[in-house]
């Protein structure tokens, strides 16, 4: 029975959004692995700069009514459970390279728990990319892209659960039986339209704050 990190009990900075204010499209792809696509409505007053930076920035506390909180466990408060960098890149910290593990809970529900160590494949200003791997197969793979739209930010989150090699199209029901409960994809295409939306609340202080003191 896996035991489940205790989750602080703080309520997020901001509203939360709702499923239906984002496009998300389920399907099985050609090599047999199921992906979620979840279009974010836009991030208002938020960079492609503010959002490659907060990935580097996950790990830490924040200050918030009077004490200090865990960054990521307030990011999306019901959901978030641990952040943290196992092996950091090259430069140091979130990078291509790192190696991060990540434990959730959609909906604070612990059928859809969820502890993962992520190999960062893909990270620069335009988006970032990790991949879960067991016995080096890959058996799932988050990929984030952003994109100005005037002065606020498009972002597209992709989850693909599976193994894109030949002998993963063979496991993949297996793979598939293992990772995904029944109702998870639409319990982690709910979780990502919130914890996007959150960043609207969270993100525009700390890094101005982080910027005005290194300026």
Not at 45 to 56: C, G, K, Y
Not at 112 to 122: I, M, N
Not at 188 to 212: N, T
Request: charged letters at 25%; aromatic letters at 10%.
């Amino acid at each position: 029975m896996r035991k489940m990190p205790a989750a602080r009990q703080l309520p997020p900075l901001g509203a939360k959004r709702r499923i239906d204010d984002a496009h998300i499209t389920f399907e099985t792809t050609p090599d047999g692995r199921r992906q979620v696509t979840v279009l974010h409505p836009l991030l208002h007053r938020i960079s492609p700069a503010m959002l490659t930076w907060w990935f580097a920035n996950i790990e830490g506390g924040m200050g918030y009514r009077d004490q200090q909180v865990d960054r990521y466990q307030e990011w999306h408060p019901e959901d978030h459970l641990l952040w943290r960098v196992v092996k950091p890149s090259r430069d140091g910290g979130y990078g291509v390279g790192a190696r991060i593990q990540v434990v959730e809970a959609f909906g604070g529900n612990p059928s859809y728990y969820f502890g993962l160590t992520w190999d960062v494949l893909r990270y620069d200003s335009t988006g970032t990319t990790r991949a879960a791997r067991v016995l080096g197969m890959t058996i799932a793979e988050r990929q984030d892209d952003w994109w100005s739209e005037g002065k606020n930010l498009r972002c597209r989150s992709v989850l693909r659960v599976g193994a894109p090699e030949m002998l993963g199209r063979l496991l993949n029901p297996l793979v598939h039986r293992l990772l995904i409960p029944h109702g998870a994809e639409l319990a982690w295409a709910r979780h990502s339209v919130e914890e996007m939306g959150f960043l609207e609340w969270l993100i525009v202080g700390l890094y101005v704050a982080e910027h005005d003191s290194a300026g």
